[in-house]
């Protein structure tokens, strides 16, 4: 079992800067790619990126590349992503995940979700 909570969003305008936290509890933590993902008001949740459990390896979506870094300390079981460069079209909520597939985002655990929301 594995529990995920994020922290580290907030209200702030466009151009900013934010970091997101996710920090997991559960031993098995370490052995999973983790992901973000994020749901706009009336949108389908949708994958942002997502990194492996040991390689470091990541993926990004198109709409974010660039602008957003995924990485993860595995000692601490903390994973992060670093929003730089933020739109408006950025709002959404955004979820901490627990990939049981690092090539299909296929999800184990969900996070509860933070809110980011970037005025223009």
């Known amino acids: 079992q594995v529990q995920l909570v994020e922290s580290g969003g907030g209200l702030l305008q466009a151009g900013g800067s934010l970091r997101l936290s996710c920090a997991a509890s559960?031993?098995?933590?370490?052995?999973?790619?983790m992901g973000w993902f994020r749901q706009a008001p009336g949108k389908e949740r949708e994958f942002v990126a997502a990194?492996?459990?040991?390689?470091?390896?990541?993926r990004y979506a198109d709409s974010v590349k660039g602008r957003f870094t995924i990485s993860r300390e595995n000692a601490k079981n903390t994973g992060y992503l670093q929003m730089n460069g933020l739109k408006s079209e950025d709002t959404a909520v955004y979820y901490c995940?627990?990939?049981?597939?690092?090539?299909?985002?296929?999800?184990?655990?969900w996070g509860q979700g933070t809110q980011v929301t970037v005025s223009s």
């Open positions: 559960g031993r098995t933590f370490s052995k999973y790619a």
């Open positions: 990194i492996t459990w040991n390689t470091g390896l990541t």
């Open positions: 995940a627990a990939l049981r597939d690092f090539l299909t985002f296929a999800v184990d655990y």
